[in-house]
């Protein structure tokens, strides 16, 4: 007999080592995947979860967004500095109506108005509005001031004054002289909104 067959110790060592051996090629090849995996899973899930968090939060200032958008609107819509009208051809003749309205609540006769639209694509819409009346010094004063101070916020582009007869031209301009106005005044229609 040999001695491995004589002493009990060394089956012991060769039994455990075969165990531990065998312990190990389980692990290897059954374990250690399954935890890489599972390892995989669990970063996925994590990254999954931010994300989800992510678009949470996205949602969430959508909503608000979405609020300032529509208070925005209110505002605008009640700030007085655009143009009324549905329509461009509408707030045209709207503005035509208070601008001939005010040149005579102000004691002015006005000769004639038309309205002119803009067509330039990359420029904001505006509307213009060439007005020709006469009037009295202090009421064409009185009708400037209203133009400056009132709404919707209007522009005046053009601004021609003479005095209307020759023989006035001698004395100068007083606050009884007559005098020919002639104006283009531009307007903002309310821009369009999404």
Known sequence: ????????????????????VLAA??????????LRTHQKIDEKRERIE??????????????????RLGSLKASQAGSGLYLDGKTQAQ??????????AMIRRNGGTVKSSETISSNMKDQPRRLTVRIQFTAYLRDVQKVLHGL?????????????IAIRTARKLSQGVTKKSMLSVSMN??????????
Do not use: C, K, N
């Not at 290897?28 to 399954?34: E, L």
């Not at 989800?52 to 949602?59: E, K, S, V």
């Not at 400056?148 to 916020?153: D, K, V, Y």
């Open 50 to 67: 931010e994300l989800l968090a992510g678009f949470a939060r996205i949602a969430d200032a959508g909503t608000g967004i979405e609020d």
């Open 25 to 34: 090629a389980i692990y290897s090849a059954i374990v250690a995947p399954a």
């Open 185 to 194: 005044i531009v307007g903002h229609p309310r821009p369009e909104l999404p």
């Open 1 to 20: 007999m040999t001695m491995l067959g004589t002493h009990p110790l060394p089956r012991r060592i060769i039994a455990w080592s075969l165990v531990v």
């Open 148 to 160: 400056e101070s009132g709404r919707p916020a209007l522009l005046i582009e053009t601004l021609e």
């Open 91 to 100: 707030a045209g003749a709207d503005l035509q109506e208070r601008l001939t």
